[in-house]
């Protein structure tokens, strides 16, 4: 269990450092594109890191199929071997428990493994979830942000212009009749 939460910790991490927006408590430009730039391979190295522990589960299930195949088939050829009469069945359920019995130490050892590398896999999924939602609010604040860049770009490109009609106001205008000519 120790292991599964250092490796949830460094996983946190990783993925703070990728998708923390703020600098000096407010989001710039560049820290926005730095994250959009960074945000493909976060997600690849998710991704990866997932699949990995996919195949980790797979081959621990299959190498776990084959101990226990063979301890059910010990199990099951000794309980066969103590009753002397032919007629007597053996019912599966009987032979899983005296195999977990028997071999309780290396069953269990086996589900603790079985059940970390599943936990991780339940993590990382959530990650990638999480991940995925970041790919919208990134892509909503750069559309907002160029659109206030733009914005911001008009309004001086039309303060400096020679001519005083086409300037931009930003405040309320001033009545005409209160108005002085400039």
């Known amino acids: 269990m120790e292991d599964y939460i250092n490796f949830i910790e460094e996983q946190i991490k990783y993925f703070q450092e990728h998708s923390d927006l703020f ?14 730039a960074h945000y493909t391979n ?10 990995r522990h996919k195949y980790q589960l797979y081959d621990l299930q299959k190498n776990y199929e084959k101990w226990y195949s063979k301890k ?24 899983e428990t005296s195999v977990k019995v028997e071999f309780e130490k290396e069953y269990w050892e086996w589900q603790d493994k079985i059940t970390d590398i599943e936990l991780r896999i339940s993590f990382l999924r959530g990650l990638i979830d999480q991940w995925t939602k970041l790919d919208s609010v990134l892509n909503n604040l750069s559309r907002n942000m160029r659109q206030e860049m733009i914005s911001l770009s008009i309004e001086n490109r039309m303060n400096k212009a020679d001519n005083p009609q086409r300037k931009l106001h930003t405040e309320f205008p001033e009545s005409k009749r209160t108005r002085k000519p400039i």
């Open 23 to 36: 600098e000096n408590d407010e989001i710039t430009p560049l820290k926005l594109n730095t994250t959009l």
């Open 42 to 51: 976060v997600g690849v190295a998710l991704i990866g890191e997932y699949t």
């Open 72 to 95: 059910f088939y010990e199990v099951r050829k000794q309980m066969m071997s103590e009753f002397e009469s032919k007629t007597i069945k053996i019912s599966i359920k009987e032979v």
